[in-house]
């Protein structure tokens, strides 16, 4: 049973055959006894084609429930490794080069450029046709070819197998590859599960997208371990929220603050939905939730509002709110669910109560290292092997977490972590700019915003319109930096060292 499982072939054995695994809005459900067999299909029609335990597949699909199924089938047996559809050739390019992905698979139909670059890089594609008939996320796998030789170690993948691989922001180096263990993201769906007691009556409404791990693990497999069902959304749709909600009666739903105030906006006029269909509790991660607007979703909802914290390395949850009827405060990310966490000073050594410092953490959901990155880990962990967050806290006597800022300079744009490095490569490769340094500037609904300086080559001319243009031919939308401004000079350090951190304040940007 799934109770304890360690890998996700047990993890989806909890449900009871005939009870409701997947769901989509106006669908046909998929039960667990389907979502099993369609596992086993999915593992074997794999091994068939040289994939197995360990082999990496990357997944290019929409938000929905063959998403949701993919990844879990995928995961069984091989390695997923799912992929934003709104990248462009670029950025699939280094993705699939950085992964060895040695299989693709994109929905049937699909005009995504990730086939073009997995055909240039000899990664075989193969692809999936939804079988919706049979189930919400039911499919079928179409190969191109028959594969010289079955895989060399098959069937379901077990504990020590990596399950998951998605790649984190660097600041100041190129996006790192993070390796979750079937035992990694085991742990943490059970860790997120008993934080908000999930049984098989639970009814869960999917808006995250299901290439980040909030999806993932919170949307997708922490409910599934209790037995509940999950409804899958095409994707997060304010206009649509509510008529989801009246169709799905879910009990929960979990999202990001920018969603949460998206729905906050239109909950007014769909009060009879919201009082015919109480919910069990709200859930909220992976960027702070403004403690205004937690108080006015509790009021409208009749519902706790519960603030989780998660990040990758974590394989989501690090900290939680707990439910009712112990407290829950705004402006915390609550109790230490799953992982221990410590409050570190600069040496690395425990801090008391109150005192503010990196938060650190250690469990079983937490990855054992970055991917051939002897550096990164070398400054990731400490000698007592806590894994540093890079984020500042500090944590109450109850043990209350409270965040006070990051450390390093990613852009957190409304819960997206986008890299400063990554945009300046692309920025520079314009033949018009010499300088460039990405930086966070302050927005009001997304707490971040992607900003630019530059400086441009001598005798050259720009306007930022065109470089704009030239960014979001290279860049998924959410990565284009929204204001680039061109400078003679830009603003440096003591040391002379171009400097994010305070850039946007200099610049008169706040």
């Known amino acids: 049973m799934a109770e304890n499982a360690t890998t996700l072939h047990a993890l989806i054995q909890t449900g009871a055959d005939a009870a409701t695994a997947l769901s989509s809005p106006g669908g046909v459900p998929l039960t667990f006894g389907g979502l099993r067999a369609l596992t086993d299909r999915t593992i074997a029609a ?29 995961a069984a047996g091989a390695t997923s490794a799912p992929l934003n559809p709104s990248y462009k050739a670029d950025e699939f390019n280094f993705y699939l080069s950085d992964l060895n992905a040695k299989l693709l698979v994109v929905a049937e139909g699909s005009e995504t450029p990730a086939v073009a670059v997995a055909e ?13 008939e049979e189930g919400a996320g039911s499919f079928t796998l179409t190969f ?16 020590d197998d990596i399950a998951l691989v998605l790649h984190t922001s660097g600041t100041t180096s190129r996006p790192k590859i993070v390796p979750l263990k079937q035992s990694n993201v085991c742990a943490s769906a059970r860790n997120i599960r008993e ?18 791990i909030h999806g993932l693990i919170a949307g997708i497999l922490a409910p599934l371990s209790a037995g509940g069902q999950v409804s899958c959304t095409p994707g997060f749709n304010a206009l649509k929220f509510f008529g989801w909600m009246g169709e799905v009666r879910p009990t929960w739903y979990t999202a990001v603050p920018t969603m949460h ?32 607007v937690m108080k006015e979703i509790e009021d409208v909802f009749g519902a706790p509002l519960i603030e989780a914290y998660g990040m990758t390395e974590a394989s989501h949850q690090m900290a939680s709110n707990p439910l009712p009827p112990r407290p829950h405060y705004a402006g915390s990310v609550g109790l230490a669910a799953g992982p221990e966490i410590a409050i570190v000073d600069d040496e690395g050594e ?33 000698k007592q092997g806590w894994f540093r967050t890079g984020d500042q806290g500090s944590l109450t006597p109850e043990g ?16 997206e972590k986008i890299s400063p490095r990554e945009v300046d490569e692309i920025l520079m490769d314009h033949p018009a700019v010499s300088q460039c340094v990405t930086f966070a500037m302050p927005h009001d609904k997304l707490g971040e915003d992607v900003a630019a300086a530059i400086v441009l080559r001598e005798g050259q001319t720009l306007v930022e319109k065109e470089l704009r243009g030239f960014a979001q031919e290279r860049l998924a939308a959410f990565k284009v930096p929204a204001k680039i401004l061109i400078l003679d000079e830009i603003p440096k350090g003591a040391t002379g060292k171009l400097q994010r951190i305070g850039l946007a304040q200099k610049l008169g940007l706040v």
């Open 261 to 292: 105030q998206a729905i906050l906006a239109r909950a007014g006029r769909n009060k009879e939905i919201i009082d015919a269909n109480p919910l069990r509790f709200i859930r909220s991660s992976s960027s702070s939730m403004p403690p205004q």
């Open 46 to 74: 794999l091994n068939a084609q040289g994939i197995g335990r360990g082999d990496r597949v990357g997944i290019v699909l929409d938000n929905g429930p063959e998403m949701a199924a993919a990844f879990i089938a995928i």
């Open 350 to 382: 425990p801090l008391p109560a109150g005192e503010i410092g990196e938060i650190v953490i250690r469990g079983d959901n937490v990855m054992a290292g970055y991917e051939n990155n002897d550096k990164a880990n070398a400054e990731a962990f400490t």
């Open 400 to 415: 209350y977490l409270s965040l006070t800022g990051r450390l390093k300079e990613i852009i957190n744009r409304g819960g």
């Open 120 to 132: 240039k890089l000899g990664v075989p594609v193969v692809r999936l046709r939804p079988t919706p």
């Open 195 to 212: 934080t908000l007691a999930f049984t098989a009556e639970d009814r869960g409404l999917n808006i995250m997208p299901l290439f980040h």
């Open 144 to 159: 191109a070819n028959d594969a010289a030789a079955p895989a060399a170690k098959g069937g379901p993948a077990e504990p």
